[in-house]
T-cell receptor, first 112, second 115 residues
Framework: SQQGEEDPQALSIQEGENATMNCSYKTSINNLQWYRQNSGRGLVHLILIRSNEREKHSGRLRVTLDTSKKSSSLLITASRAADTASYFC????????????FGKGTKLTVNP | DTEVTQTPKHLVMGMTNKKSLKCEQH?????MYWYKQKAKKPPELMFV???????INESVPSRFSPECPNSSLLNLHLHALQPEDSALYLCASSPKELSSTDTQYFGPGTRLTVL
């Protein structure tokens, strides 16, 4: 079963606005990763946040993690048309497994 | 060289054909992965090789056969596929042995269509 569930499933905003995507997961985690996928292409790693971290920044990206609520959010500030992509969170599968399990993803469209 | 390459980019095959997908990385990564991704779905893990040994097979049908000839190469041999196997097949690698704390580096994928 999937570990992460993102919401919203789809998000459409104007260039310059901020975009927030959320991810919820089920079991305890060591870390949570966010990936971006441009249409029909491979995934690109964006950021990893460890379970003992609450917030992490990378350029225009801000990720938060709330382990008590088993949730994470990805904020993209001052969005650009080039940010149009699908965004996936990924966590360990749990139960001692080291494989990554990806959430269902959020499709972000940034309109120029 | 900091990328994962995959060939071919597109593949159309009949249900009786035998074909292979190829993945290559020259980053010295020790773990390599095959994922299958259907449209509007997340990638689903198929196989993991760690130090050139198969460490995970996610109960994938035997018509998919992975091979890791050396630490830089990963193949996926296809035989007697079904139309529902049509998908984007993604290869990935990560620096150390299989670990959920490692960043995975993805190739651009092979778009497979089974007629």
């Amino acid at each position: 079963s999937q570990q992460g569930e993102e919401d919203p499933q789809a998000l459409s905003i104007q260039e310059g606005e901020n975009a927030t995507m959320n991810c919820s997961y089920k079991t305890s985690i060591n870390n949570l990763q966010w990936y971006r996928q441009n249409s029909g292409r491979g995934l690109v790693h964006l950021i990893l946040i460890r379970s003992n971290e609450r917030e992490k920044h990378s350029g225009r990206l801000r990720v938060t993690l709330d382990t008590s609520k088993k949730s994470s959010s990805l904020l993209i500030t001052a969005s650009r048309a080039a940010d149009t992509a699908s965004y996936f969170c990924a966590t360990g599968a749990g139960g001692g497994s080291e494989k990554l399990v990806f959430g269902k993803g959020t499709k972000l469209t940034v309109n120029p | 060289d900091t990328e994962v390459t995959q060939t071919p980019k597109h593949l159309v095959m009949g249900m009786t054909n035998k074909k292979s997908l190829k993945c290559e990385q020259h980053m010295g990564h020790r773990a390599m992965y095959w994922y299958k991704q259907k449209a509007k779905k997340p990638p689903e893990l198929m196989f993991v090789y760690s130090y050139e040994k198969l460490s995970i097979n996610e109960s994938v049908p035997s018509r998919f056969s992975p091979e890791c000839p050396n630490s830089s190469l990963l193949n996926l041999h296809l035989h007697a596929l079904q139309p529902e196997d049509s998908a984007l097949y993604l290869c990935a690698s990560s620096p150390k042995e299989l670990s959920s704390t490692d960043t995975q580096y993805f190739g651009p994928g092979t778009r497979l269509t089974v007629l």
